[in-house]
């Protein structure tokens, strides 16, 4: 079993990941953004910097899941990841044009063809009032520049991205705007309830509300 979580930036990616690894009993895969040398740069100058930000974006992730997914998934393990492989060409249709654009769509679709798909991918979705908040509470140094209208943006482009059909993958919505899964075990176990009521996997409640696409 393979669940990927995805949504934009602040939304709770990881810790949702970390809060449900001992449920699914499952490892990790984290995305090491971390390492871009280029990220301070870019969000303090996006044009400027969008490229080189966006090519070691996919070099790493490409890297990191063509080594580990399968590898896990060989041993019988199940694997929660933070982060698809495919988002990051949502982030370049943003970030990048022209020639740029064209070159890194190249780039990323003849590398995508190696890259294992999940199972399940678990959206999480959030207002951009909601994930400004939640971006100045974990005070990231490299986010403190951040703009609204490139939230907002985002938040847009991903609406767009997850809300129709996606490489077969079964998409399941979840929106945290009134969801606090650190401090209320009750809502992550409702998480936690949606993913296996998606995935058959018992026990699970089905009386549950569900909004799947």
Do not use: C
């Not at 949606?194 to 549950?208: C, D, I, K, M, W």
């Amino acid at each position: 079993m393979y669940i990927a979580i995805e949504g934009v930036i602040g939304v709770g990616k990881t810790t949702l990941a970390r809060l449900l690894q001992p449920a699914f009993d499952a490892d990790l895969l984290l995305e090491v953004f971390e390492e871009n040398p280029f990220l301070s740069d870019f969000y303090a100058d996006r044009e400027r910097y969008a490229f080189q930000t966006q090519i070691f974006f996919l070099l790493s992730r490409y890297h990191q899941q063509l080594r580990a997914v399968p590898a896990i998934l060989a041993q019988g393990k199940s694997l929660l990841s933070d982060y698809t492989f495919a988002k990051d060409a949502l982030f370049a249709g943003i970030n990048l044009k022209g020639d740029e654009l064209e070159m890194y769509h190249r780039v990323h679709e003849a590398l995508a063809e190696k890259i294992t798909r999940p199972d399940l991918l678990l959206y999480l979705r959030a207002s951009t009032e909601t994930l400004m908040q939640r971006i100045a509470m974990r005070d990231r140094s490299y986010e403190r520049n951040m703009e609204r209208n490139y939230i907002e943006e985002l938040n847009q482009a991903y609406e767009k991205f997850f809300s129709q059909p996606y490489d077969d993958t079964p998409i399941l919505t979840i929106d945290t705007n009134s969801l606090d899964f650190v401090r209320y075990s009750e809502h992550l176990k409702l998480i936690e309830n949606r993913v296996r009521q998606t995935l058959g996997l018992s026990p699970f409640q089905t009386e549950l509300p569900l909004e799947i696409q």
